[in-house]
């Protein structure tokens, strides 16, 4: 009977010092998210030539910070912060000459919309098992492709709020809900995403319809992340996609994909100072929202 006091006493005092390290884990992350994110900005110089990728990221984080300023009440300190960081971004984009039409993303016919942090929206217990078996072969299927996905995102970026007509094409990947994978489904989410924030948004479909189809592929892109965290390999292999669903899919405020653990998870990544350009452009997006969204 003693010997079981012991055990159970031992158990929680393991719990409680495990619980107490996470919590730990969660505030150094805390307070290293604003250092983590003007370091990504000091890597883009105006002495360097930003890629569209860059470009994009810093536009779409822009629109992110504004969008929470339009509709929460900041402290002083992050009122500070959140001004001083879209300086510094609109320093880095007034360097480049804004040529491509991705680069007029989230600049005009904006509809802002409330941010919301979602909790247990999406089927977290899907079955997925079968899914990491045939995950190599299946992760390039579906569309768009990644010229189907330019030629809708330009059609989105220069829609006219007059008349508000997009194209057939646009419209049938937006609302196609055929199996994909990896960043063909990324994609979608991400064209629904910039459609949904668009002023012609309410004329084209019911704000609900967009909701839905968002959270229909997040569903499927959560089931693909625990597919790839169960692969050996995985989160080597896939990190850019990994954390490009993390970023995209949290855009939405979905808790399963923007949360402490990911963002923990990403921190680890940055250990290695020779990562990829596109991977820290999309830290850049995953950090400022965690920024606004989890503090």
């Not at 159970?8 to 919590?23: H, M």
């Not at 910070?65 to 001004?83: G, H, V």
């Not at 959270?215 to 692969?231: G, P, T």
Request: hydrophobic share 40%; charged share 20%.
């Amino acid at each position: 009977m003693l010997n079981c006091l012991k055990i159970v006493t031992l158990a929680a005092i393991c719990g409680a010092l495990n619980q107490l390290q996470v919590a730990e884990s969660t505030d150094r992350s805390v307070q290293q998210l604003p250092q983590r994110i003007y370091g990504l900005l000091n890597e883009l110089s105006c002495g360097l030539e930003l890629n569209a990728s860059a470009k994009f990221a810093l536009l779409l984080a822009e629109f992110l910070i504004k969008q929470k300023l339009r509709y929460a009440t900041p402290t002083r300190y992050e009122r500070q912060l959140y001004y001083h960081l879209l300086h510094r971004m609109e320093q880095l984009l007034s360097c480049e000459s804004q040529a491509e039409i991705s680069e007029l993303a989230f600049q005009r016919n904006v509809l802002l919309l409330p941010p919301s942090l979602k909790y247990g929206a999406l089927n977290a217990n899907a079955e997925y098992e079968q899914l990491a078996l045939n995950y190599e072969s299946l992760v390039e299927k579906g569309a768009p492709n990644a010229t189907q996905s330019d030629l809708c995102m330009r059609d989105i970026v220069t829609l006219d709020a007059r008349d508000c007509k997009l194209s057939l094409d646009c419209l049938d990947i937006l609302t196609n809900e055929a199996p994909a994978y990896g960043y063909q489904r990324t994609h979608q989410v991400l064209l629904l995403y910039m459609l949904q924030h668009h002023r012609c948004a309410p004329r084209l479909s019911p704000t609900q319809l967009y909701e839905e189809l968002i959270k229909m592929h997040c569903d499927e892109i959560l089931s693909e992340q625990n597919a790839i965290r169960s692969l050996a390999l995985g989160l080597g292999k896939y990190q850019d996609l990994y954390l490009e669903q993390a970023t995209i899919c949290g855009l939405s405020g979905y808790n399963e994909f923007l949360n402490w653990r990911n963002v923990m998870e990403i921190d680890s990544w940055h250990a290695n100072e020779s990562k990829e350009q596109h991977i820290k452009d999309l830290s850049l997006v995953f950090y400022i929202n965690a920024l606004l969204m989890l503090r």
